[in-house]
């Protein structure tokens, strides 16, 4: 798959992604048995293809599921799983530069709190090389995203708003013996209105995640160490019913953020067919 992303919000920047590397709250629950035996994750290269279907890049899971048990389903080709609060299954198509990918349809009812996406690493990852100028970048279409004003405060933000995260998994203790490994989350939230704006344009976008607007917004809960990621990526809606598409997830290491990629932490995004 080749395609390139040019990204509102970063004056005329251009990325190029090509070729693909092969193939909770309340703490982390062992979920269902992969299918198959785990494998080391390949070692990351400068553009990376984590996601595109539900095909992973070797040695990562993607997972799924809601607050309701907080259980880990892991997700495979043409699926379809579903609690009270996700579903998952085979989306449209989308078309880049000639290449026909098949998206995740995903719904989320917000009858839970949560309700999760994640790729999550087989053998703890060492993302240093992508702290400063490394990116997300999301292929998503978004037709549904519902949301009420609760007029929570903007700095109270833990709990009401959607994110993206990447975790490791450290063993950090609550003090009574209980492992609470998501305190060991870097962070980004982001507003149900974001979604709206994409369900608006009614388009396939490019959305675009720094990975310093994650790392800095570290969870002072607990500590986060980037050299030892297990979750790479997890979307996390707990903002109201939303019902989007995802078709791939890349990660890039040299992403060309500008001068203040903080100014960025709201995410970015911009219509895929302006930018091809």
């Not at 009401?160 to 609550?174: H, I, P």
Request: net charge negative.
């Amino acid at each position: 798959m080749k395609y390139k992303l040019l990204v509102s919000g970063i004056s005329c920047i251009a990325l190029l992604l090509s070729g693909c590397g092969g193939g909770s709250d309340g703490g982390s629950a062992g979920g269902d048995s992969p299918s198959t035996p785990l494998i080391t994750p390949e070692p990351l290269k400068d553009i990376n293809i984590l996601l595109e279907g539900s095909e992973v890049y070797p040695g990562l899971r993607l997972l799924v599921g809601s607050a309701d048990g907080f259980s880990d389903h892991e997700y495979t080709m043409n699926q379809r799983y579903s609690d009270s609060g996700i579903t998952v299954e085979t989306g449209s198509t989308v078309e880049v530069e000639g290449d026909l990918i098949e998206s995740l349809a995903i719904s989320t009812t917000a009858s839970e709190s949560e309700a999760y996406l994640k790729l999550v690493a087989n053998k703890s990852m060492d993302l240093s090389e992508f702290e400063s100028s490394g990116a997300f970048v999301l292929l998503m279409k978004v037709g549904l995203a519902t949301y009420v004003d609760n007029t929570v405060d903007w700095n109270d933000i833990v709990g009401q708003f959607n994110l993206f995260s990447m975790q490791t998994n450290l063993g950090t203790s609550d003090g009574e013996g209980n492992v609470i490994d998501y305190v060991n989350r870097a962070n980004m939230f982001f507003h149900q209105t974001k979604m709206q704006e994409i369900q608006t344009n009614g388009e396939w976008n490019a959305v675009l995640i720094p990975v310093s607007c994650l790392v800095n917004n570290t969870d002072t809960r607990g500590d986060f160490d980037i050299a030892q990621v297990d979750e790479i990526l997890r979307l996390d809606m707990r903002n109201g019913a939303t019902d989007y598409e995802l078709a791939s997830v890349a990660l890039i290491k040299e992403a060309e953020l500008g001068s203040d990629p903080q100014s960025l932490c709201h995410f970015s995004y911009a219509p895929i067919d302006s930018l091809l």
